[in-house]
């Protein structure tokens, strides 16, 4: 078991930055690969970005690439989501996901997810 708490979120203008983060406990977190999804009001979940157990690998939903930094530091048992250029498409409730096999960008493949932390960006 992997248990995961997301902090960070908040209420930020258009062109701000947010630093999300994700603190596990549990299992071991390098042996689980770390994703970050995000669900708005009236859509379903969808993929943001991925890490693998190393932290050597890093993927991304096409939409955030270039604005969005994802990273984990598993001597501290802790992932980040660095959100840069946010946009009001981005206010969503952001979740944190692990997993020792995932496909990245498919939700049901992960296995442990936090409670969810919530990003409104105003325009």
């Known amino acids: 078991q992997v248990q995961l708490v997301e902090s960070g979120g908040g209420v930020v203008q258009a062109g701000g930055s947010l630093r999300l983060s994700c603190a596990a406990s549990?299992?071991?977190?390098?042996?689980?690969?770390m994703g970050w999804f995000r669900q708005a009001p009236g859509k379903e979940r969808e993929f943001v970005a991925a890490?693998?157990?190393?932290?050597?690998?890093?993927y991304y939903e096409d939409a955030v690439k270039g604005r969005f930094t994802i990273s984990r530091d598993n001597a501290k048992n802790t992932g980040w989501l660095q959100m840069n250029s946010l946009k009001p498409e981005d206010t969503a409730v952001y979740y944190c996901?692990?997993?020792?096999?995932?496909?990245?960008?498919?939700?049901?493949?992960?296995?442990?997810w936090g409670q969810g932390t919530q990003v409104t960006v105003s325009s």
């Open positions: 549990g299992r071991t977190f390098s042996n689980v690969a």
């Open positions: 890490i693998t157990q190393s932290g050597r690998n890093t």
């Open positions: 996901a692990a997993s020792n096999g995932v496909l990245w960008n498919i939700a049901a493949t992960y296995a442990y």
